[in-house]
């Protein structure tokens, strides 16, 4: 069956630090991708998102490529900001983003 | 336009009696998403509606879960005789289309003492 494995967490960094936070999927064919964010008591919001090979997605800053060689959807940005705190899950979805498989989520915490 | 509206945002039940959590979707969406979120772990899918019919359930418990959409009012996600393991968020989300992207609601945290 489909699988989103993200890196775990907590991730913590100093403001303006640079952020990567992994995502590796197992699917047949060729999902969508997508990361969300979750910030506290809030529900999801979709961050980004890239529906075929080589896309990037790009939102606030932050950025990920479909990358099918590797299988991977890693998110990164390049200064984050304390704002940026939140819990950050990677999904993919075979019909354009209704019906979801998540990864585990990676909690981000940025320290002043 | 509201946006995914889930009430109620808190719940706590004993053990043994039931859950109803409710979502409306957004204006002019038909279709319906529950996924559980588990404390710690990420959201996992339970059940796919769209007015007045289920269209995936892959993801519901077999016993005491059921959920409706009926074509007047909000979606229902109803768990019976609720067990401490229940405890989590429920998030609903919506979308216009079976293609489309699906908005989420702030979900409904439900704790069973």
């Known amino acids: 069956g489909n699988s989103v494995t993200q890196m775990e967490g907590p991730v913590t960094l100093s403001e303006e630090a640079f952020l990567t936070i992994n995502c590796t999927y197992t699917a047949t064919g060729y999902p969508s991708l997508f990361w969300y964010v979750q910030y506290p008591g809030e529900g999801l919001q979709l961050l980004l998102k890239a529906t075929k090979a080589d896309d990037k997605g790009s939102n606030k800053g932050f950025e990920a490529t479909y990358r099918k060689e590797t299988t991977s959807f890693h998110l990164e940005k390049g200064s984050v900001q304390v704002s940026d705190s939140a819990v950050y899950f990677c999904?993919?979805?075979?019909?354009?983003?209704?019906?979801?498989?998540f990864g585990g989520g990676t909690r981000l915490m940025v320290k002043p | 336009n509201a946006g995914v509206m889930q009430n109620p945002r808190h719940l706590v039940r004993r053990r043994g009696q039931e859950a109803r959590l409710r979502c409306s979707p957004m204006k002019g969406h038909s279709h319906v998403y529950w996924y559980r979120q588990l404390p710690e772990e990420g959201l996992k899918f339970m059940v796919y509606l769209q007015k007045e019919n289920i269209i995936d359930e892959s993801g519901m418990p077999k016993e005491r879960f059921s959920a409706e959409f009926p074509k007047e009012g909000p979606s229902i996600l109803r768990i019976q005789q609720v067990v401490r393991g229940d405890s989590a968020a429920y998030f609903c989300?919506?979308?216009?289309?079976?293609?489309?992207?699906?908005?989420f609601g702030q979900g409904t945290r439900l704790t069973v003492v």
């Open positions: 989300a919506s979308s216009p289309g079976v293609s489309t992207e699906a908005f």
């Open positions: 999904a993919l979805s075979y019909n354009a983003g209704n019906m979801l498989t």
